[in-house]
């Protein structure tokens, strides 16, 4: 594989698997909401063959559909979508407004959808493709205190499981990292006091997607798990 659309690219895990496929001599398509903040990351990717940035809000219609087709068109295909981008919220059910909960579902869950309903048609008509999402493992276990967010999460575990069947024999294959407790930008804006000296640091779970994409054609690293200790959720 050396053609890579990465959506979330602008910081955390995002950031990281772009350097290290750079670092590989890949081809990227970068993609977040902030122009300068992708600008940063593609200043680090200077082994890649080549790297272009796309900066826009993938909830806006026809927004995810615009960015598959420049990355297809850009490199001659996609071989691998890894779809990080996503909001966090934490907070009582009781307390998250509407909008909040609207907002989380939409760019999680639906943002979830475009982007893999778009990549998935370009990879099912090469015949090759691996899509990888991370719901976390809230969108596997639940917690207190994060109704929205892991509803969110929930759904986009049952939206990949569902298109890995709509898509069996086609060659397009899905990869879904159930990480808990990434030590990442996330937190920053996140009010909950966390221990990050305890999580999963961001290589660790870079290296994890690396072996995702390493894998033999003929193997799919289906589900992958892993969980600090500290804060194990079954």
């Given at each position: 594989m050396d053609k890579f659309l990465i959506t979330g690219a602008s910081s955390g895990i995002g950031r990281e698997i772009a350097i290290r496929l750079a670092a590989r001599g890949a081809k990227l398509i970068l993609h977040g909401r902030s122009e300068s903040k992708l600008s940063d990351v593609s200043s680090l990717c200077t082994g890649a063959s080549l790297v272009a940035t796309f900066a826009s809000d993938l909830?806006?219609?026809?927004a995810?559909?615009?960015i598959v087709t420049k990355a297809a068109e850009s490199m001659g295909g996609i071989d691998c979508v890894i779809h990080c981008a996503g909001i966090g919220l934490i907070k009582p059910a009781a307390d998250t407004t509407?909008?909040?909960?609207?907002?989380?579902?939409?760019t999680n869950l639906r943002g979830t959808f475009l982007v893999a309903q778009a990549a998935?048609?370009?990879?099912?008509a090469q015949k090759h493709g691996l899509f990888i999402t991370l719901p976390g493992i809230l969108g596997k276990a639940v917690m207190k205190n994060a109704a929205a967010y892991i509803a969110s999460k929930f759904g986009v575990t049952g939206l990949i499981k569902t298109l890995a069947q709509e898509y069996q024999r086609?060659?397009?294959?899905?990869?879904?990292?159930?990480?808990?407790g990434v030590d990442s930008p996330f937190w920053d804006e996140?009010?909950?006091?966390?221990?990050?000296d305890k999580m999963i640091p961001v290589s660790t779970a870079a290296d994890l997607i690396l072996q995702a994409i390493d894998a033999p054609p003929h193997l799919?690293?289906?589900?992958?798990?892993?969980?600090p200790e500290s804060h194990q959720l079954i």
């Open positions: 909830t806006v219609p026809h995810a559909e615009a509407d909008a909040e909960f609207s907002k989380v579902v939409n998935c048609k370009v990879m099912a086609s060659g397009v294959l899905f990869c879904l990292f159930f990480l808990g996140i009010n909950m006091a966390v221990q990050r799919v690293l289906a589900e992958v798990v892993l969980q």
